[in-house]
T-cell receptor, first 108, second 112 residues
Framework: QKEVEQNSGPLSVPEGAIASLNCTYS??????FFWYRQYSGKSPELIMF????GDKEDGRFTAQLNKASQYVSLLIRDSQPSDSATYLC????????FGAGTRLTVKP | SQTIHQWPATLVQPVGSPLSLECTVE??????LYWYRQAAGRGLQLLFY??????ISSEVPQNLSASRPQDRQFILSSKKLLLSDSGFYLC???????????FGEGSRLTVL
């Protein structure tokens, strides 16, 4: 079983819609959770982190964490074409483990 | 503010040749340092991490090695490259193991 799993996509949404990205992890001892955005050919950049169960909002982004279900999600409201990228879920227990990423395309 | 730089950005090397990728962090002291590799269309694979000078932990036993000669310098090396070493190499730093990672610009290696 992979430590961090994401649907590879591609996920395609129209401009202005909500994009929903999901991630599951295997280690119940994981304490911190991160979402990174990676444009093609570039390095990942941090979007959000979340440590506690529930929702955390930052502008158009909302991270959701459910430790009982070992599930993390990222919602992007009012999606823009500039949001088109690969989104990486990362989970930190003793070190940072990444999912393979979900490719998101926002169509104008 | 903290910055991280790695170089070279791009390199093409023949099989069997050596490799040296370098990474430096500025604006912080005693950072945790990491080397990741990303194969085409794949996720990030942790190769090495370091919590201090001379302290290296290896995740993947391969023909790669890492060194930390100074507090904010992290080097990835190989004596003889394999075709399978091709990929996008990323250096990163964090203040703690539980904290977020900040990545350098990446080094794209093609082994022919």
């Amino acid at each position: 079983q992979k430590e961090v799993e994401q649907n590879s996509g591609p996920l395609s949404v129209p401009e202005g819609a909500i994009a929903s990205l999901n991630c599951t992890y295997s280690d119940r001892g994981s304490q911190s959770f991160f979402w990174y955005r990676q444009y093609s050919g570039k390095s990942p950049e941090l979007i959000m982190f979340i440590y506690s169960n529930g929702d955390k909002e930052d502008g158009r982004f909302t991270a959701q964490l459910n430790k009982a279900s070992q599930y993390v999600s990222l919602l992007i409201r009012d999606s823009q074409p500039s949001d088109s990228a690969t989104y990486l879920c990362a989970v930190n227990t003793n070190d940072m483990r990444f999912g393979a990423g979900t490719r998101l395309t926002v169509k104008p | 503010s903290q910055t991280i730089h790695q170089w070279p950005a791009t390199l093409v090397q023949p099989v069997g040749s050596p490799l040296s990728l370098e990474c430096t962090v500025e604006g912080t002291s005693n950072p945790n340092l990491y080397w990741y590799r990303q194969a085409a269309g794949r996720g990030l694979q942790l190769l090495f991490y370091s919590v201090g000078i001379g302290q290296i932990s290896s995740e993947v036993p391969q023909n790669l090695s890492a060194s930390r000669p100074q507090d904010r310098q992290f080097i990835l090396s190989s004596k003889k490259l394999l075709l399978s070493d091709s990929g996008f190499y990323l250096c990163a730093w964090s203040e703690s193991f539980a904290g977020e990672l900040f990545f350098g610009e990446g080094s794209r290696l093609t082994v022919l």
